[in-house]
Protein backbone atom coordinates (compact mmCIF):
# COMPACT_ATOMS: atom_id res chain seq x y z
CA UNK A 1 0.00 0.00 0.00
CA UNK A 2 1.18 3.65 -0.15
CA UNK A 3 0.35 6.80 1.74
CA UNK A 4 -0.10 9.98 1.05
CA UNK A 5 -0.40 12.35 3.90
CA UNK A 6 -0.67 16.35 3.96
CA UNK A 7 -0.24 18.74 6.66
CA UNK A 8 0.00 23.02 6.75
CA UNK A 9 -3.44 23.70 5.62
CA UNK A 10 -4.94 26.56 8.06
CA UNK A 11 -6.31 29.93 8.19
CA UNK A 12 -4.79 33.20 6.98
CA UNK A 13 -5.16 36.87 6.46
CA UNK A 14 -5.02 37.77 2.47
CA UNK A 15 -1.56 38.54 1.44
CA UNK A 16 -0.15 36.64 4.45
CA UNK A 17 1.55 32.93 3.74
CA UNK A 18 1.38 29.16 4.24
CA UNK A 19 3.74 26.13 3.17
CA UNK A 20 1.79 22.67 2.56
CA UNK A 21 3.53 19.73 3.17
CA UNK A 22 3.15 16.24 1.46
CA UNK A 23 4.81 12.96 2.06
CA UNK A 24 4.46 9.87 0.39
CA UNK A 25 5.06 6.95 2.12
CA UNK A 26 5.22 2.47 1.81
CA UNK A 27 5.56 0.17 -1.04
CA UNK A 28 7.37 2.85 -3.19
CA UNK A 29 9.59 1.47 -6.16
CA UNK A 30 9.19 4.86 -8.29
CA UNK A 31 7.81 8.46 -7.08
CA UNK A 32 7.55 9.78 -10.56
CA UNK A 33 5.66 13.53 -11.10
CA UNK A 34 3.83 14.76 -7.53
CA UNK A 35 1.64 17.35 -7.44
CA UNK A 36 -1.19 19.83 -5.86
CA UNK A 37 -5.22 20.10 -7.03
CA UNK A 38 -7.29 22.00 -4.83
CA UNK A 39 -11.24 22.23 -4.87
CA UNK A 40 -13.67 25.14 -3.87
CA UNK A 41 -16.80 25.09 -2.89
CA UNK A 42 -19.37 24.43 -5.45
CA UNK A 43 -16.08 24.39 -8.01
CA UNK A 44 -14.16 21.07 -10.31
CA UNK A 45 -11.10 20.14 -8.80
CA UNK A 46 -8.55 22.20 -10.75
CA UNK A 47 -4.30 21.25 -10.82
CA UNK A 48 -2.42 24.09 -8.93
CA UNK A 49 1.14 22.86 -9.55
CA UNK A 50 3.09 19.64 -10.53
CA UNK A 51 6.44 18.44 -9.92
CA UNK A 52 8.28 16.12 -12.31
CA UNK A 53 10.98 14.14 -10.76
CA UNK A 54 13.70 16.12 -12.80
CA UNK A 55 12.36 18.86 -11.04
CA UNK A 56 10.57 20.50 -14.08
CA UNK A 57 7.34 22.50 -12.54
CA UNK A 58 4.15 23.79 -14.12
CA UNK A 59 2.03 26.38 -12.23
CA UNK A 60 -1.79 27.32 -12.99
CA UNK A 61 -1.74 30.91 -14.34
CA UNK A 62 -3.71 32.20 -11.22
CA UNK A 63 -0.96 31.23 -8.92
CA UNK A 64 2.16 32.14 -11.22
CA UNK A 65 4.16 34.20 -9.06
CA UNK A 66 2.77 33.44 -5.69
CA UNK A 67 2.79 29.78 -5.50
CA UNK A 68 6.06 27.95 -5.85
CA UNK A 69 6.27 23.77 -6.03
CA UNK A 70 9.52 21.97 -4.54
CA UNK A 71 10.04 18.13 -3.69
CA UNK A 72 12.71 15.87 -2.34
CA UNK A 73 12.83 12.63 -3.74
CA UNK A 74 15.30 11.15 -1.27
CA UNK A 75 12.27 10.88 1.06
CA UNK A 76 9.07 11.47 -1.68
CA UNK A 77 7.86 14.73 0.02
CA UNK A 78 6.99 17.87 -1.51
CA UNK A 79 5.67 21.26 -0.75
CA UNK A 80 3.76 23.85 -2.06
CA UNK A 81 4.82 27.41 -1.16
CA UNK A 82 1.73 29.58 -0.86
CA UNK A 83 2.84 33.83 -0.67
CA UNK A 84 0.42 36.73 -1.08
CA UNK A 85 -2.88 34.40 -0.62
CA UNK A 86 -5.96 35.92 -1.71
CA UNK A 87 -9.69 35.00 -0.50
CA UNK A 88 -10.23 33.19 -4.24
CA UNK A 89 -7.26 30.58 -3.01
CA UNK A 90 -9.32 29.49 -0.67
CA UNK A 91 -9.97 25.55 -1.22
CA UNK A 92 -9.08 21.87 0.14
CA UNK A 93 -6.01 21.42 -1.12
CA UNK A 94 -5.05 17.81 -2.42
CA UNK A 95 -1.47 16.45 -2.91
CA UNK A 96 -1.00 13.08 -4.77
CA UNK A 97 1.27 10.98 -6.24
CA UNK A 98 2.27 9.29 -8.98
CA UNK A 99 4.01 5.90 -7.46
CA UNK A 100 5.44 2.79 -9.40
CA UNK A 101 5.11 -0.12 -6.60
CA UNK A 102 6.97 -2.22 -8.15
CA UNK A 103 9.67 -2.54 -11.37
CA UNK A 104 7.34 -3.22 -14.62
CA UNK A 105 4.13 -2.36 -13.02
CA UNK A 106 1.71 0.19 -13.62
CA UNK A 107 2.21 4.15 -12.55
CA UNK A 108 -0.83 4.75 -10.46
CA UNK A 109 -1.80 7.92 -8.79
CA UNK A 110 -2.54 8.28 -5.09
CA UNK A 111 -3.98 11.10 -3.38
CA UNK A 112 -3.73 12.56 0.34
CA UNK A 113 -6.62 13.39 2.32
CA UNK A 114 -6.94 16.87 1.56
CA UNK A 115 -6.09 20.27 4.07
CA UNK A 116 -8.25 23.07 4.27
CA UNK A 117 -6.60 27.06 3.51
CA UNK A 118 -8.88 29.57 4.01
CA UNK A 119 -7.93 32.97 2.99
CA UNK A 120 -9.73 35.54 4.99
CA UNK A 121 -9.71 38.86 7.09
Known amino acids: QVQVVESGGGLVQPGGSLRLSCAAS????????MGWYRQAPGKERELVAR???????KHVDSVQGRFAISRNNANNMVWLQMDNLKPEDTAVYYC???????????????WGQGTQVTVSS
Open 96 to 110: YADVERALWEATERY
Open 26 to 33: GSIYNCKD
Open 51 to 57: ITRGGNT
